[in-house]
């Protein structure tokens, strides 16, 4: 099972994310805000993290940001569970492309376990796949990273795609449905190039 780091200024929330992934069997390593999630995050290496956005002292954002420029956290999946509605504007945001997935508040226990699980199967068959890479080929350790950082960037927008498939559903308005529609082209297209970049570090592995 996992370590999974918890980051959020909420006691409630904390406590029912805790009670969810332990009841997986997951270990759970809680921060109060993002000064303390970056104070333990070397200490605990988690496999994943769970992070608020609106937090006292040090904002989600902000700490994501922070996260990227350590080498040792780079790698760690981040999803957020956060107020901040998913909306077509915040789609394109640049600091989603940091993300993993994005989870809104309240949730279900259904939807969070969902999320936490296909991340997490997904990372899993990465590390699997990365250490192949690093193995096979020379010098490849680079190439294991960014083989990496793109399946994490297909993940992330292969869920935007899904939920921009749910916006469109329940769009009113002409001119949203429309934006909405040329967003869900870009994601098409983004996973699409993504999936060739994969393949492509796949058969260097296979090819040695």
Known sequence: MARIMIVDDEPDIREIVRLYLESAGHTVIPAKNGLECLKLV?????????????MP???????????QELDFARDIPIVVLTVERLTPLRVVRKEIENLTAYVEKPFTKSKLMETVGKVLKRMGEVLTQS?????????GEPIARSYKETVRKRFL????LS??????????????LTHIQNLIENE?????????????????AETG
């Open 188 to 204: 098409k297209i983004a996973v699409e190039t993504l999936k060739l970049k994969e393949r492509v570090m796949e058969r260097m």
């Open 57 to 67: 002292k040090l904002d989600g954002w902000t700490t994501i940001k922070k996260l």
């Open 163 to 176: 939920e921009l498939e749910r916006m469109k559903k329940e769009a009113t308005d002409e001119q949203e």
């Open 131 to 139: 250490a192949k890479i690093e193995k096979s080929i020379e010098h």
């Open 42 to 54: 070397k200490k605990e290496r988690p496999d994943l993290i769970l992070m608020d956005i609106r």
């Open 157 to 160: 927008h292969e869920y935007l």
